[in-house]
């Protein structure tokens, strides 16, 4: 499969005009973060009922389209969709035509002539999402494209935090681990400078980017830093996007013994996330996983509501993720 090479939201190719899309949290607005969260906290209180399934978005289709392994992000789409009552079609990388050398292009093609109204993509390369709303009549999610942008997984933990402590603004959270492949930090950064939060992150020199600052956060290769903020947002070592052969770090025993989040490194009350899957033992230590003031749990259950806001946002409340000043024809 040919590499898209497209490195930053400036240089990705402009969606479709006739379409809304969620491809990048650097699309959003302060507003429009503050209408999906205040839509998922609806759609919370409706799953609380008995009957559970609305009938939102009954007769439209959502496909969910996964080129990399998922649970927690596939299988909420997929719940999603069905709590809303859409039709849904999910399609895995392996079994399909991709095994045989298809691309990407002729993959987004095949699915657009269903005719869905919502296709949900996660491909790991970059500008995997913006291709795909370039050559398809479909609103496009974008569920994780390489280690560019996640922006579900953002405001699903702005909603956790925002239901744990009453707000944002002012909030100090410290992301720890394997920022340098984090499509999730990128996101989260973003989103949490979007509502006047502030950010340190906190890792070995080798796995923080260089020049992120730029985004509006502050670094750190002490772990001890975490003990200034409101949360610790942990993060696994993402070996499948290392290059073969490159040594960030001495050893995974050496990581967790000197950025690992144990509970002696955090204050009393101090609250955890992290956006899975857990390496318990690397990362974090089974102690705090397992902690009442782990918001993990939280964060998934979070993300079923969050998904259902983008999904309903997307077909009935205007545009999600392009300003208008960046909607021009494509090329």
Not at 310 to 322: A, F, H, I, Q
Request: with cysteine; charged share 25%; hydrophobic share 40%.
């Amino acid at each position: 499969m040919a590499e898209i090479r497209v490195m930053r939201d400036d240089l990705l190719p402009p969606p479709s005009l006739e379409r809304r899309h969620l491809l990048s949290i650097a699309d959003l607005t302060r507003a429009d973060v503050e209408r999906l969260l205040g839509t998922a906290r609806n759609f919370s209180r409706s799953l609380e009922r008995e009957m559970k399934k609305l009938p939102t978005l009954r007769g439209r289709l959502v496909v969910n389209v996964f080129f990399e392994s998922s649970t927690r992000t596939s299988s909420s789409f997929e719940l999603a969709a069905k709590r809303l009552s859409a039709d849904t079609m999910s399609i895995k990388a392996s079994g399909s035509a991709v095994d045989k050398g298809e691309s990407l292009k002729d993959t987004a093609l095949t699915l657009g002539a269903y005719d869905p109204d919502i296709i949900v993509i996660r491909h790991p390369q970059i500008g995997g999402a913006h291709l795909v709303a370039g050559v398809t009549g479909a609103h496009v999610v974008n569920a994780g494209d390489g280690k560019h942008q996640h922006p579900t997984q953002a405001l699903l933990d702005l909603y956790t935090l925002q239901e744990e402590f009453g707000r944002l603004e002012g909030l100090h959270v410290a992301i720890v681990g394997d920022v340098l492949h984090s499509r999730v930090a990128r996101s989260l950064v973003q989103a949490l400078d979007l509502v006047g939060a502030r950010t340190t992150l906190v890792g070995p020199p080798t796995l923080l980017p260089r020049g992120i600052e730029a985004m509006g956060c502050a670094t750190s290769t002490e772990i001890g830093t975490i003990a200034a903020a409101d949360v610790v947002y942990v993060l696994r070592m993402q070996r499948e996007r290392m290059l073969e052969g490159a040594n960030y770090v001495p050893s995974l025993r050496e990581y967790s013994e000197r950025w690992g989040v144990t509970p002696e490194r955090l204050r009393p009350g101090q609250k955890v996330m992290h956006p899975g899957p857990m390496n318990r033992g690397v990362e974090i230590d089974a102690r705090v996983a397992d902690a009442t003031d782990a918001l993990i749990e939280t964060q998934v259950r979070a993300g079923l509501v969050t998904r259902m806001a983008v999904l309903y946002d997307l077909l009935t409340s205007g545009p999600v993720g392009v300003k208008a000043a960046a909607l021009t024809e494509v090329a």
